[in-house]
Nanobody, 130 residues
């Protein structure tokens, strides 16, 4: 089992920034973190879980949701088994629980929404005040 832990959420004012982190603890399968595609998702109460961005493993290519491209930026540090989501110019509509997720395959084939998801983190709450 792979464990994912998101950190960096919290309360931020409108227009502010947050940097979310996702750290992976790998199992004994021997699969390198480099081989995993990683996705960031968010879910607000009463809404569907939406894909924010997907970043490939070996190629590192990124695929952003059109609505968030330009404000959100994904990066990864494979040596540290970490993925980051830099969020700028935050709006109240960004309030949600944010999740990272891993896929064994090339999970970015469908764009921003990583699929199929193999492992989910527990999420971190982001609240943007007006």
């Amino acid at each position: 089992q792979v464990q994912l832990v998101e950190t960096g959420g919290g309360l931020v004012q409108l227009g502010g920034s947050l940097r979310l982190s996702c750290v992976a603890t790998l199992d004994a399968s021997g699969i390198s973190f480099d081989a995993y595609s990683v996705g960031w998702f968010r879910q607000a109460p009463g809404k569907e879980r939406e894909g924010i961005v997907c970043i490939g493993g070996l190629n590192g290519r990124t695929y952003y949701d059109d609505d968030m491209k330009g404000r959100f930026t994904v990066s990864r540090d494979n040596a540290k088994r970490m993925v980051f989501l830099q969020m700028d110019n935050l709006e109240p509509g960004d309030t949600a629980v944010y999740y990272c997720a891993l896929a064994h395959t090339y999970g970015c084939a469908r764009g921003a929404r990583l699929t199929p998801v193999a492992f989910w983190g527990q999420g971190t709450q982001v609240t943007v005040s007006s």
